[in-house]
């Protein structure tokens, strides 16, 4: 039983490059979820998927945008990364729309852009 | 709005003392409180959750009870070991996908 897979673990990028980060969970769980994670700062919500076919804008979506390929699946693009875009990202997934009963989380990815 | 406040680390103990990190929060309505743990290089681990006021969460050793009358969730344990070296986040879900994090308290444990 996996839970939560990102890839990838480490990426460097020059400002302006794209890329796309990858998430899958083998959960059956309905809401996904892309957080990123700075110091002393905690973890962010970019965007969240509440089902199959549906995504929403959380805290700090700007730069960002994601598609939920389907219901395993859901990826966070960066279009044109900028240094305030280094940071650790976190991919979540709950079994309830409300995540009452909390998240799984991923290993992470830490994005460096320089 | 709502928020979440942690103690500021790191927090440094000997293997054998008692822990207590402190949360508050702030909040409109009834949310759900947790615990996480991030261990070196992972993600984040649910240690332990409440859902409602007087509900004590507890896992591994860890406890803590959703005060609403103070609104805290302080995170306790009785005798820590090296291996409780992480960072510990505490957060509260309220109202559909409204997650939120505290920044963090770096736990140390010394031999």
Known sequence: NAGVTQTPKFQVLK?????????????????????RQ??????????YSASEGTTDKGEVPNGYNVSRLNKRE????????????TSVYFCASSE??????????????RLTVV | GNSVTQMEGPVTLSEEAFLTINCTYTAT?????????????????LLLKATKADDKGSNKGF????????????????????SDSAVYFCALIYNFNKFYFGSGTKLNVKP
């Open chain 2, 63 to 82: 406890e803590a009870t959703y005060r609403k009358e103070t609104t805290s969730f302080h995170l306790e344990k009785g005798s820590v070991q090296v």
């Open chain 1, 38 to 47: 700075d110091p002393g700062m905690g973890l962010r919500l970019i965007y």
């Open chain 2, 29 to 45: 309505g009834y949310p759900s409180l947790f615990w996480y743990v991030q261990y070196p290089g992972e993600g984040l681990q």
């Open chain 1, 96 to 109: 309830l729309v409300t995540g009452g009963g909390g998240y799984t989380f991923g290993s992470g990815t």
């Open chain 1, 74 to 85: 859901f990826s966070l693009r960066l279009e044109s990364a900028a240094p305030s875009q």
């Open chain 1, 15 to 35: 400002t302006g490059q794209s890329m796309t980060l990858q998430c899958a969970q083998d959960m059956n769980h309905n809401s996904m979820y892309w957080y």
